[in-house]
């Protein structure tokens, strides 16, 4: 790529920077949280993240670009609407559960830091969410997430210049193991970038910026420079410096106590200076999260998927409005948080067994590359061994207490596994006989 393409790109990138700061929210920086319990044992993990996201967002671009389609459309036409309808539910299920509880974190930290009722701040946010995006669409979102990605990553950077890591303990952190009772904090870091909303949302940001196939390398790098560059940076460098604090303590991961990592270099104001960046973190996540419903509903329905349809727009609205119940949810929002990332680990396979599905089952010129293919089955594969080892916590904690939201996530995680195993027979089956014709223009 020459000097002239990288200017191109840098100034016409942005769908991948969407995706980056729904990525880059306050659920990874809880899943950091959680995974720097274990010192520098998970950092396999958070340096396999940010690849392991690239991957995803290429199929899912490629997918879009060469389609020219929302997933919705493109599976509905290729596999029926059945099909259509189950991704639907699993993306609308994992990322309205995603909602609420970042919103939830933004109107808990909003009342720490100025003031007033949670609930009052659940709904004021709710409001500004829906006249910003229902207005603005799009465009807002993506203009936000760039800023507020690139603002929370030069933080953490500079305070892991200040604060450096053990770099003997970071070595060690290389080879790939798991700790007792880490299961969860591996899948939900893995899951912040590797997640049915981004998969699915990333098609539509494609048609949002009118690319098609020509675009693609554009689109390559564009994700390139968000999840591998930005996101890689920005988990890597937050897990450093919590681990460097927290490891081995026996200490609940709360904001209080990650904040105490940034203590060498700002003193007291850690704590707030924490909050404003999960507080930051939280809005542009909740930009881009609150597109992803209405985007697959649209599209399932025929509608317009841009604020130019006033159906969409209510719908955009909408989901923004419910998501005040949020701030009704109680709990320690750290946690919370790590366990929404759980469930959307647990629905991603199937996004992701539909994106390869449809890319290999018609058009040759559709296909990916056989490094990008293989790239993402193994990714695949590592999320569902991940998700499965965090679903098998969950039945140990069954045995002990029967919870509500165990045995639902239980319930959720069988329902999926069943569809993407009938999902694999399905493709071997038409590999056997065939592939289909591509359907007429």
């Known amino acids: 790529m020459n000097v002239s393409e990288v200017r191109n790109g840098l100034a016409e990138m942005g769908p991948a920077w969407l995706a980056g700061a729904i990525a880059a929210g306050p659920a990874t920086i809880g899943s950091l949280v959680l995974a720097a319990r274990f010192g520098y044992d998970l950092l396999w993990v958070v340096l396999l993240s ?57 109107a808990t930290i909003s009342s720490q830091l100025f003031g007033f009722d949670t609930r009052l701040w659940g709904l004021i946010w709710a409001i500004v969410l829906a006249v910003g995006l229902a207005g603005g669409g799009y465009r807002v979102a993506e203009i936000g997430a ?20 053990d770099p003997g303990a970071a070595a060690a952190g290389l080879v790939p193991s798991a700790p007792d009772g880490s299961a969860m904090a591996i899948t939900a870091v893995l899951g912040g970038a590797v997640h049915v909303t981004l998969v699915t949302m990333h098609t539509y940001t494609m048609r949002a910026r009118g690319w098609d196939a020509d675009d693609y390398g554009l689109a390559r790098f564009d994700a390139g420079a968000s999840m591998l560059a930005a996101f890689g940076l920005y988990s890597v460098a937050i897990f450093l410096v919590v681990a460097g604090t927290l490891g081995g303590q026996e200490v609940a991961p709360t904001a209080g106590a ?27 996540t909740l930009g881009g999260n609150t597109h992803v419903p209405p985007f697959l509903v649209a599209d399932k329905l025929g509608w317009g998927t841009t604020v130019d349809d006033a159906r969409y727009r209510a719908l955009l609205a909408g989901t923004a409005l419910v998501s005040a119940g949020g701030a009704f949810v109680s709990g320690n ?28 089952d018609g058009a040759d010129r559709r296909k990916p590359t056989t490094a990008l293919s293989v ?23 069954l045995s002990r207490e029967v919870t509500v939201v165990a045995t639902l996530s239980v319930l959720f995680a069988v329902a999926v596994a069943v569809a993407t195993v009938a999902l694999g027979a399905k493709f071997l089956l038409r590999q056997r006989d065939g592939p289909a014709a591509e359907p007429a223009d």
């Open 50 to 106: 940010a690849p392991a996201g690239f991957v995803t967002l290429l199929l899912a671009a490629r997918l879009g670009t060469f389609t020219e389609q929302g997933i919705v459309a493109t599976v509905e036409n290729r596999l029926g609407e059945g099909w259509a309808w189950l991704l639907v539910a699993d993306t609308v299920l994992v990322s309205m559960v995603a909602q609420l509880l970042i919103m939830f974190t933004l």
């Open 146 to 165: 760039k800023l507020i990605v690139t603002a929370v990553v030069l933080v953490f950077v500079a305070t892991l210049v200040v604060v450096p890591p």
């Open 258 to 284: 990650a904040a105490a990592a940034l203590q060498p270099v700002v003193g007291d104001a850690a704590v707030t200076l924490f909050l404003v960046g999960i507080l930051g973190a939280a809005v542009s």
């Open 333 to 360: 929002f750290v946690q919370l948080l790590a366990q929404a990332l759980v469930i959307g680990a647990v629905g991603t396979p199937f996004a992701l067994a539909l994106v390869l599905y449809l890319l290999h």
């Open 375 to 397: 790239a993402g089955v193994l990714v695949m594969a590592i999320v569902s061994v991940t998700a499965g080892n965090s679903v098998r916590e969950m039945l140990q904690g």
